[in-house]
């Protein structure tokens, strides 16, 4: 069992809602066309959005306890899914020999980051590279990790949990209230955020769980030389989901990065 399969539960409680990238994935999925994959792709937030537009959608994921709600999700939906869905229950680390190259292949909020050591992230690159057709597009969305956001998880303040939310489930009646605590090693670039969920009853009576995830943050040269390093030229970098939005390290939340394969 991994962290996300502890996490699959209330998952979507917490992220399920988040839909401001779905318009970067539709767009590209217009202009490209099917086959698209989807590398780490949880509980189907976002595949399930483009397999309801028409396209097929492959799904590829090594949580147990995420591919079982994607799973459901997908039976639950079948009747209203104009696009067809497969799941793969695998690490993205692995490549899919047999299978057709895919026109759009993407890794959606910050999963890219789940990959912990800079070989894991280049061999996915490359995995990626044999994976995607030569008109293909690969699209990675990471946060952008800032200087001055970094250094207020200092040492002397990792201890302290941050206010993340408070989430309710009408199915269980279960009450959910978020704090994480992050710890960073800024030399490997590594952060590990323990999730604290305090599980209100309707009783009253609460029941704490917590959950550990780690990832490793990348800054944009870094980015840049990976995709480079596996083959791949960058067409557009955004810093935000809207068509056309520039990227400023000051001011961008995020950094979404459209690559093709290299010309030439």
């Known amino acids: 069992m991994n962290d996300f399969d502890r996490l699959a539960s209330i998952y979507d409680l917490d992220m399920g809602t988040k839909e401001d990238d779905i318009p970067t994935y539709l767009r590209y999925a217009e202009e490209l066309g099917a086959p698209i994959l989807e590398l780490g792709s949880g ?3 976002v595949l399930l959005r ?3 537009q028409g396209f097929d959608v492959w799904g590829l994921d090594n949580s147990v306890g995420m591919m079982t709600i994607a799973r ?6 079948q009747d209203q899914l104009s696009g067809n ?3 793969i229950e695998e690490d993205m680390r692995t490549e899919i020999l047999d299978e057709p190259e895919f026109n759009l292949i993407f890794i959606a909020y910050n999963t890219f980051l789940h990959l912990t050591t800079r070989d894991d992230q280049l061999n996915t690159l490359r995995n990626i590279y044999h994976m995607l057709s030569d008109k293909g597009r690969v699209i990675i969305d990471i946060f952008t990790p800032r200087h001055r956001d970094l250094s207020q998880y200092d040492y002397h303040r990792r201890e302290l949990p941050i206010y ?3 989430y309710h489930d009408d199915i269980s009646g279960y009450t959910y209230v978020r704090n994480d605590r992050v710890q960073l090693d800024l030399v490997n670039q590594l952060q590990v955020v323990e999730f604290i969920y305090d599980k209100i009853g309707q009783d009253g009576e609460i029941e704490r769980e917590s959950h550990l995830v780690q990832s490793r943050y990348i800054f944009r040269p870094e980015m840049e030389l990976l995709l480079e390093l596996a083959g791949f030229e960058i067409v557009e970098l955004c810093g935000g989901y809207e068509a056309n939005t520039e990227y400023d390290y ?6 979404v990065f459209v690559a ?3 010309i030439g």
């Open 43 to 45: 509980t189907g937030r």
């Open 50 to 52: 483009l397999a309801n």
């Open 72 to 77: 459901q999700r997908v039976a639950q939906l």
């Open 85 to 87: 869905v497969r799941l």
């Open 164 to 166: 993340r939310g408070v």
């Open 250 to 255: 000051h001011n961008s939340e995020v950094m």
């Open 260 to 262: 093709q394969k290299k």
